[in-house]
């Protein structure tokens, strides 16, 4: 797949960006992670190409295999998508950030993981809220976001850095702003309660990030917006 456009795109997207944070008087750096599932390891290459240094995958097995590719590349890699718990031992040493802790057991399986593979180091995690409390989407409900924050903090190899969540896919604009400042406000009463600096908040896709930066979003995972349709569904 050619990605010709996408130094068009991504110029495209930071002036937006820009809009939206002049419009409303925000000053906050907005990250941008290229979500490269579905695409080849060329995706990759082309996010670097073009100044991008972030990319995230859903899929453990398919950013291995990118990262294999592209191991030459100074790329910082996101798991995006759910973790599965025998899955954290494919972390140490290959991702950058996890986006998707969701319960005590997953916090206590990467701790372990780290502990095994890389001893000494850390990773910088998200805990994904579903604040929508849609039934089909992975994250923990917000009234668990204290205990399993609190675990986290415990745990030496781990670095809360905030929160992550997806939106309901939908164009009504209430539904999308309540889901984006219910975290944003989610990650105030933690920050307060537990006493920790993070202030990540992961939220914000191809469809919605606009409405997420008006939110308070730092970090976009955008996708086709930015590389086109996926070559895999």
Same mark, same amino acid.
Do not use: Y
């Given at each position: 797949?050619?990605?010709?456009?996408?130094?068009?795109? +991504?110029?495209?997207?930071?002036?937006?960006?820009?809009?939206?944070?002049? #419009?409303?008087?925000?000053?906050?750096?907005?990250?941008?992670?290229?979500?490269?599932?579905?695409?080849?390891?060329?995706?990759?290459?082309?996010?670097?190409?073009?100044?991008?240094?972030?990319?995230?995958?859903?899929?453990?097995?398919?950013?291995?295999?990118?990262?294999?590719? $592209?191991?030459?590349?100074?790329?910082?890699?996101?798991?995006?998508?759910? +973790?599965?718990?025998?899955?954290?031992?494919?972390?140490?040493?290959?991702f950058h950030a996890v986006h998707s802790l969701d319960?005590?057991?997953?916090?206590?399986? +990467?701790? +372990?993981?780290?502990?095994?593979?890389?001893?000494?180091?850390?990773?910088?995690?998200?805990?994904?809220?579903?604040?929508?409390?849609?039934?089909?989407?992975?994250?923990?409900?917000?009234?668990?976001?204290?205990?399993?924050?609190?675990?986290?903090?415990?745990?030496?190899?781990?670095?809360?850095?905030?929160?992550?969540?997806?939106?309901?896919?939908?164009?009504?604009?209430?539904?999308?702003? #309540?889901?984006?400042?219910?975290?944003?406000?989610?990650?105030? #009463?933690?920050? $307060?309660?537990?006493?920790?600096?993070?202030?990540?908040?992961?939220?914000?896709?191809?469809?919605?990030?606009?409405?997420?930066?008006?939110?308070?979003?730092?970090?976009?995972?955008?996708?086709?917006?930015?590389?086109?349709?996926?070559?895999?569904?």
């Amino acid at each position: 797949m050619d990605f010709g456009n996408l130094s068009e795109n +991504l110029a495209r997207v930071l002036e937006q960006i820009a809009d939206v944070q002049a #419009r409303e008087g925000l000053k906050e750096d907005v990250k941008i992670v290229a979500v490269t599932k579905g695409h080849s390891s060329a995706a990759v290459s082309a996010a670097h190409a073009v100044g991008i240094q972030d990319v995230g995958e859903n899929r453990v097995q398919e950013a291995l295999g990118k990262q294999d590719v $592209t191991a030459s590349l100074p790329m910082r890699w996101h798991l995006i998508g759910h +973790l599965q718990k025998n899955k954290a031992k494919f972390v140490p040493g290959r991702f950058h950030a996890v986006h998707s802790l969701d319960s005590v057991r997953l916090a206590h399986a +990467l701790q +372990l993981a780290m502990e095994n593979r890389a001893a000494g180091t850390t990773v910088d995690v998200l805990v994904q809220v579903n604040v929508a409390k849609e039934s089909q989407k992975s994250g923990c409900e917000p009234e668990e976001l204290g205990e399993i924050a609190g675990r986290i903090l415990e745990s030496p190899a781990l670095r809360l850095r905030g929160l992550m969540t997806m939106a309901p896919f939908t164009e009504d604009e209430r539904i999308l702003r #309540r889901t984006f400042s219910g975290t944003r406000e989610a990650l105030d #009463r933690c920050a $307060t309660e537990l006493g920790f600096a993070g202030r990540t908040l992961s939220m914000g896709m191809s469809n919605d990030f606009e409405i997420a930066v008006e939110e308070g979003s730092t970090e976009l995972r955008l996708g086709t917006v930015l590389l086109g349709e996926r070559a895999v569904q």
